[in-house]
T-cell receptor, first 112, second 115 residues
Framework: NAGVMQNPRHLVRRRGQEARLRCSPMKGHSHVYWYRQLPEEGLKFMVYLQKENIIDESGMPKERFSAEFPKEGPSILRIQQVVRGDSAAYFC??????????FGPGTRLTVL | AQSVTQPDIHITVSEGASLELRCNYSYGATPYLFWYVQSPGQGLQLLLKYFSGDTLVQGIKGFEAEFKRSQSSFNLRKPSVHWSDAAEYFCAVKGSGGSNYKLTFGKGTLLTVNP
């Protein structure tokens, strides 16, 4: 059973561009979570999704950030018009229920 | 609101020595507690978790943690550290109520292992 997969692993964008981060949960997991890790910080919750539904997006900035988890395909975290402060590692996690989370390897976003 | 404090930012131990990483949490009810390990450039791997029952929890790679409600602590221990244990360790808490999906992490403790 493959683990949580994220791509790309590294992403470089210039200020003002869009960043799209993808997450494929573990097989059988219908709950997906996105966390952000800033340098020298722990992970911070961003958003929790179940298939086609956003359950809690309280940790996600109101502007420029959006997330989706369509019926088919991976979950997508989208950041529009990136700024330098968006540089971070973005981790996706999945779970079969609201239990232990299994994390992916992360996408490291660098904004030039 | 729940919170986690890891008082030690960086710890250095010699290979073969014992290890204890501290974690204190703040949560009004019975918490769910976790320890994760992150190797450089990697994702987080779950070491162990506490939901209920026995307060001494065994995990992978020879790690254990003890839940002490009176001290609001969940310290991670290992009797003999190996060089491959060098990594960053994160303690996390999850509520048992309505927001029981949201993990709150500490800032992490970086472990260096000397030969």
């Amino acid at each position: 059973n493959a683990g949580v997969m994220q791509n790309p692993r590294h992403l470089v964008r210039r200020r003002g561009q869009e960043a799209r981060l993808r997450c494929s949960p573990m097989k059988g997991h219908s709950h997906v979570y996105w966390y952000r890790q800033l340098p020298e910080e722990g992970l911070k919750f961003m958003v929790y999704l179940q298939k086609e539904n956003i359950i809690d997006e309280s940790g996600m900035p109101k502007e420029r950030f959006s997330a989706e988890f369509p019926k088919e395909g991976p979950s997508i975290l989208r950041i529009q018009q990136v700024v330098r402060g968006d540089s971070a590692a973005y981790f996706c996690a999945s779970s079969p229920r609201r239990t232990s989370l299994f994390f992916g390897p992360g996408t490291r976003l660098t904004v030039l | 609101a729940q919170s986690v404090t890891q008082p030690d930012i960086h710890i250095t131990v010699s290979e073969g020595a014992s290890l204890e990483l501290r974690c204190n949490y703040s949560y009004g009810a019975t918490p769910y507690l976790f320890w994760y390990v992150q190797s450089p450039g990697q994702g987080l791997q779950l070491l162990l978790k506490y939901f209920s029952g026995d307060t001494l929890v065994q995990g992978i790679k020879g790690f254990e943690a003890e839940f002490k409600r009176s001290q609001s602590s969940f310290n991670l221990r290992k009797p003999s550290v190996h060089w491959s244990d060098a990594a960053e360790y994160f303690c996390a808490v999850k509520g048992s109520g309505g927001s029981n999906y949201k993990l709150t992490f500490g800032k992490g403790t970086l472990l260096t292992v000397n030969p």
